[in-house]
């Protein structure tokens, strides 16, 4: 008789973000962003939008800086971010 251990949810999640890139492109944001692609580039053009490295001509965004972004652009209410 063979026995399975099952994982904790702690244990699924480190899974799940050890499968995920660390590193994405300006596409591959937005999509984990939920984004359109253009809507990230102008946020970058024009600030605002998630840190990103710059290698040459190419842009890409670490997952912690999308992740990071996101918890900052956190609000409770639509006034909360009025000013």
């Known amino acids: 008789m063979e026995t399975r251990e099952l994982l904790t949810r702690e ?3 480190q899974i799940l973000s050890e499968l995920q890139p660390s590193v994405f492109t300006t596409e591959e944001a937005a999509q984990y962003l939920r984004l359109s692609r253009q ?3 102008l946020l ?3 600030g605002g939008g998630p ?3 710059k290698l ?3 842009v ?3 997952r912690a800086a999308l992740d990071e972004w996101l918890a900052a652009n956190e609000q409770n ?3 909360e971010g009025a000013q």
Do not use: D, F, I, M
């Open 51 to 53: 840190r990103y490295a």
């Open 44 to 46: 970058r053009l024009n």
């Open 60 to 62: 890409r965004y670490r």
């Open 11 to 13: 244990q699924v999640a």
């Open 77 to 79: 209410h639509t006034a």
């Open 56 to 58: 040459g001509r190419s």
């Open 39 to 41: 809507t990230l580039e």
